[in-house]
């Protein structure tokens, strides 16, 4: 069975602190629950189990149970800051009818200049 | 499959010689099932799959000085029948002491008479079968220019027939059959792709309209090409049938006599209250036989009933088996859920919002402003049962002086599920019968947070 195995996203040279310092008004999202993707479209979404609100470079208030919602070939448009921080997540298994391959993804901090944020203090 | 198994007596005969070795004190329950499944997969005009699978399972429960022990086996071998009983007998040593435990016993309520099991579903052959998703698959591909592919195009059956023996005195039979088609579609213009579904669901292939599923696959993913993102706003919104069925199955899954009694349950203490509006009635009706999840008896082998969960909004009653019900000192409600591999939970398995007068039409045809939801991603992460919060991805149209407007896409609703039930403005009179737990309706919520820009 054909899966990607190990994707990653290369390393940038910036301090991830520096990203969140240098934005004044965003999320940091710091855990992603379950989430589904579209691969005909590639419209994707995310549940956030982590997430606080970035106000004038500095982490502020929790967010619970938001969701991120985007296009995959978009968003990769839309990165504009890479960390210095790489690192791969936790392993997962990637399968259909009963087969399944290990597979694993990696990314450093990134930032993306905007992204649908769904919740009710809209 | 073979005609004694046809009636289930066969079955409950081996359970029957199960039961009888019932020492005194001790508790013995056998749940048997004989099923077969058929999934044909078409894609560009030929075969993708083809999977055909039959099964023999048995699940024996016993109870003896107030523990529980389980095994299960997949086979009617009566040598594996019998060491799976000495496993489970095994297994009950192991258990936790709890005074609440027990099987089912007769409670009187009679069996609802349903006609849930064609033969004629078993009659049909497997070329049949494949040519309905071949013809599915062309006639979703030929139904638009616009149509680029076809993801997936499925045909999907099984036939089953259970029975329930107990020690206490209860034997059950029951027996189903039922089929759907389902098709993805995409549908092009540009570098823009959307998808759309169709469905058609019956107890045989003579209830099944596969025309009518190829022509929904088509104007769904159709009429979202150019869609962008909506403003950001509080509006009301109409859920499309398909949609109010995922919602109705999370409500449902809040009802539980388990969730309630882990204290996981948004409406534990609300009994008798006022939880949703007025036009909302909600009920988990498995003696309905048109319902997909129709059923003669639970889990347990008691009889099903027609439940009332929310009448006119207020709060009636938690669903049960015999533990929970026991446990929180009412009875069961014949709500047992269970394959053969395991013990009895508590769930919905024909949940209804009772329909309204209006057409769908009707319904957006009063409303100056609002949004059709025609689709919902990532509901199982987005929606918190225990607190209620609810945030999903979604698509859809922009609703305008009465009428469809502007497709939409990648926007997310957001509210709470308390809120939306009592936000409920109408329910349609669209009643669809979906290969899910809920039946669909058209379901129109106020002020919900639409996200987009």
Redesign the interface.
Known sequence: MVRMTNTYIANGDSEPDDIVADTPNGVYVAHLGGGQVNTATGDFVFGMTEAYLIEDGRLTAPIRDGNLIGNGPEVLMLIDALGNDFAMGSPGTCGKDGQGVPVGDGTPTLRVQRLTVGGTAA | MHDDDLTGEALASLGDRVVAQAAPGEQIEVVLVHSAETEVRAWEGDIE?FASATAHGVGIRVVIDQRQGFAHAGSHDEAVVAETLAAARDNAAFGTPDEFQGLATPDGVAVPEMDLYRPELAAVDPETKIRMALELERATRDGDPRICGV?SADYVDSLSVGAVVTSTGIRSIGRDSSCYLSV?S?AADGDE???GFGFSVGRSVEDLDLQQAAADAVERAVRLLGAG?PA?RRTTVVFDPWVTAQFLGIVGSTLSGEAVLKRRSLFADRLGETVAAPVFTLTDDPTDPAAFGAGETDGEGLATRRNELMTAGVLRQFLHNSYTGRRSGTASTGSAVRGYAGTPGVGCMALVATPGDATPDELVAGMDDGVLVQGV??L???V?PV?G?F???A?GLRIRNGELAEPI????????LQRMLLDVLAVGNDLTRLPMTAAGVTLVVADV?V???
């Open positions: 799959s993801e993805y995409l792709t959307q998808t993102k950001t991603t990532g199982h992460s987005g918190n607190s919060d945030s999903t991805g698509e896409r990648e926007f997310t609703v957001a509210s709470t947070t996200s987009g820009e």
